[in-house]
């Protein structure tokens, strides 16, 4: 749905120490750039908002034409120490002047030491890590991980993957078919019939959050205990920034150890500080066999990893679970860098405090508009609002937008996910964010959102 016109709109001028709009929006002069994007990406790029990024740095964006952002999107969720920061920028330039930009499967020196420290904040049955570049190859490596364990202590039949309504884990094959989105898996046709969803107690949209409507979902679907091999979930749903109660993931984790089912958490969004626990699993105070990493973990670069269990890592032999950009050196520094600057600038510690501010204010916001912001959630540095039809809980995908619209338009950058929760609100800056900004930030959001109801 194109939602963003590419007529530049004259807008009220902006100036504040953290924004600055100061030309029409789309600026005139990036619509030949905008224009070149359309004619040569495919049309599903084409749901970004065309503000033409020059440069970033901390918690800001700017374009070449003298417009600053406050970002509250951090590149959507991946700068969580903040947009270029200066200790990721000497560790990027320290590798490349040292002179070694790849070396895929031989050893480095780098990548051992990264492999190290995630390690050393992992929890303590999770000791091993395998490096790739996005997220989705993370989850699907999950998948093969949680399949070959099954077959070898259930057989043939213990080969289920069990994920959730609503939930997204990328957009490769196997990530794609453990996504809870019908629509986004209509091109697959020839689903697999041991992948199988079932409803994210979610408190909103499923009400009943009870872990029997978990077991009660696998046994309508055809499938006991022993045909499942995995269980993987977003430790909170990327859509609406909803945990499941504490005990439902206990009882989950229960069920999973009695019955030899790979609990993994896709903490692709979660991690490295964003929900003011370096993991966003320790809300619940369980550990996974598995955990899924990516966005945050360099605040920059592409890199990923899969965490987890020695005996579930170690399933195949040398030279057989590999990937050509694994552990790239570059890549690497990057991360290690911003491992240490999230632990040495207490960040997580940042994102905690910041979201005691955060979440009273959204359901603020929330209560004085009523019924078209459907609920309110938020933890550490991720927040949402779910814009619905409203006195129902069907989503407002064009409500959203025009939110999200008029706050680009003031100078705060947002991402509505089109075509993933469909009409959320999301607020997720980076974990420097004073609470100068965020309390800026956030006025610019009820502003806004004050001037779409209007209309
Ligand atoms: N898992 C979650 C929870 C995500 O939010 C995303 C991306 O948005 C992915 C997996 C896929 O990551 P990538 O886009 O790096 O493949």
Not at 78 to 100: C, F
Not at 105 to 119: D, Q, T
Not at 241 to 264: D, G, M
Not at 331 to 352: F, G, K, P, T, Y
Request: charged share 20%; net charge neutral; aromatic share 8%.
């Amino acid at each position: 749905m194109p939602w963003f016109s590419s007529e530049p709109r004259d807008v009220p001028k902006v100036s504040t120490k953290f924004r600055k709009i100061v030309t029409p929006i789309p600026v005139p002069q990036s619509l030949p750039i905008l224009q070149k994007l359309h004619d040569f990406e495919p049309r599903s790029m084409q749901g970004q908002p065309p503000i033409v990024w020059d440069r970033a740095s901390g918690v800001n964006v700017f374009d070449a034409w003298g417009n600053m952002w406050l970002d509250w999107s951090s590149g959507v969720l991946v700068t969580n120490i903040g947009h270029s920061h200066p200790r990721v920028v000497a560790a990027i330039n320290q590798q490349v002047a040292h002179g070694l930009l790849h070396n895929y499967c031989f050893p480095s020196e780098v990548r051992a030491k990264l492999a190290e420290a995630l390690a050393a904040v992992a929890p303590p049955s999770c000791k091993k890590v395998f490096f790739l570049t996005t997220g989705g190859e993370t989850t699907e490596c999950a998948i093969k991980l949680s399949r070959t364990h099954g077959k070898s202590v259930g057989g043939k039949r213990k080969i289920g993957i069990v994920t959730f309504n609503s939930a997204f884990h990328g957009r490769t094959l196997g990530a794609q078919m453990a996504g809870g989105s019908p629509a986004l898996k209509e091109w697959i046709v020839n689903l697999d019939c041991a992948m199988i969803n079932v409803p994210f107690p979610d408190g909103f949209r499923q009400r009943d959050t009870r872990f029997e409507v978990f077991t009660d979902a696998i046994a309508r679907q055809g499938m006991e205990p022993q045909d499942i091999a995995g269980v993987m979930l977003e430790t909170y749903q990327g859509g609406n920034a909803a945990f499941a109660p504490v005990e439902y993931i206990h009882s989950l984790r229960e069920w999973c150890t009695k019955h030899q089912i790979v609990l993994t958490f896709d903490e692709v969004q979660a991690g490295f500080g964003r929900t003011g626990k370096m993991w966003g699993f320790e809300h619940y105070g369980v550990e996974p066999d598995l955990f899924c990493c990516g966005k945050g973990i360099s605040s920059s670069l592409p890199i990923s990893a899969v965490i987890g269990r020695q005996d579930l890592m170690d399933q195949f032999g040398p030279g057989s679970m590999t990937s050509t950009h694994t552990g790239n050196p570059v890549c690497v520094a990057a991360a290690l860098a911003n491992l240490q600057v999230i632990r040495e600038e207490h960040l997580v510690d940042n994102a905690r405090k910041m979201g005691d501010i955060l979440e009273p204010e959204l359901k603020r916001i929330q209560k004085r508009f009523g019924p078209a912001l459907g609920s309110a959630d938020a933890k550490g540095l991720v927040g949402t609002i779910q814009i619905v039809k409203p006195g129902t809980t069907d989503p407002d995908a064009s409500l959203a937008q025009d939110i999200v619209r008029r706050c680009i338009e003031k100078g705060l950058l947002m991402f509505a996910p089109v075509g993933v929760g469909g009409a959320t609100v999301k607020i997720t800056p980076p974990l420097i964010v004073t609470e100068e900004a965020l309390r800026e930030g956030l006025a610019v959001l009820e502003e806004s959102i004050g001037e779409s109801l209007r209309g």
